[in-house]
């Protein structure tokens, strides 16, 4: 299967500041990415789907101006939280495909931590 | 609306023991459906994609099966290992591909 990497895999930040977290698709171009949230024991939470240069669409209740993603590129997403709180702490996973029939695959995850 | 419901919530076996896990759905219209195993910390990891013309679909101890008449799945997990204990995610995408409606998901525990 396709790979999609995400950096970093962990990262503890002071509250008040902002982090980035990069999805990468390695070896095909995606059109489309998927930001997910994911807190303990639950499912995952669709946060945003964004296409390549174009904006995101966020999902009802997901601040955009606190998650900024930007897909600038066909093997690039980013998701920065900014301005950080201790309630944003979660699983942040992406996905990407190559077009709307294709299957998505995940990164590996980032674990935010903000103290 | 969309639903995907999973059972058990939590389920835990002995290893070596076989185990069936369920999900029920009311996606409409339909795709395809997807099993994924998910290890704790970790993004998931597609174990099956089921389109609607498929009954069973295997992947080393790793069986699905799909009902698209009553909209249900299974996945059986045949001599389990320990390495199997993980959480695995019911995923059914709309016909359009527009949507991945995700299950709770079932958490397995291996014991041994």
């Known amino acids: 299967g396709a790979v999609v990497s995400q950096h970093p895999s962990r990262v503890i930040c002071k509250s008040g500041t902002s982090v980035k977290i990069e999805c990468r698709s390695l070896?095909?171009?995606?059109?489309?990415m998927f930001w997910y949230r994911q807190f303990p024991k639950q499912s995952l939470m669709l946060m945003a789907t964004?296409?390549?240069?174009?904006?995101?669409?966020?999902e009802q209740g997901v601040e955009k101006d606190k998650f900024l993603i930007n897909h600038a590129s066909l093997t690039l997403s980013t998701l920065t939280v900014t301005s950080a709180h201790p309630e944003d702490s979660s699983f942040y996973i992406c996905?990407?495909?190559?077009?709307?029939?294709?299957?998505?695959?995940f990164g590996q995850g980032t674990r935010l931590t903000v103290v | 609306k969309n639903q995907v419901e999973q059972s058990p919530q939590s389920l835990i076996i002995l290893e070596g023991k076989n185990c069936t896990l369920q999900?029920?759905?009311?996606?409409?219209?339909?795709?395809?459906l997807r099993w994924y195993k998910q290890d704790t910390g970790r993004g998931p990891v597609s174990l099956t994609i089921?389109?609607?013309?498929?009954n069973t679909k295997s992947n080393g101890r790793y069986t699905a099966t799909l009902d698209a008449d009553t909209k249900q799945s299974s996945l059986h997990i045949t001599a389990s290992q320990l390495s199997d204990s993980a959480s695995y995610i019911c995923?059914?995408?709309?016909?359009?591909?527009?949507?991945?409606?995700f299950g709770k998901g079932t958490t397995l525990s291996v014991s041994s």
């Open positions: 089921m389109t609607f013309s498929e």
């Open positions: 070896d095909f171009q995606a059109t489309t």
């Open positions: 996905s990407a495909r190559r077009g709307a029939d294709t299957e998505a695959f």
């Open positions: 964004s296409n390549e240069g174009s904006k995101a669409t966020y």
């Open positions: 995923v059914v995408i709309s016909q359009a591909g527009t949507a991945l409606i």
């Open positions: 999900c029920n759905y009311t996606v409409s219209p339909f795709s395809n």
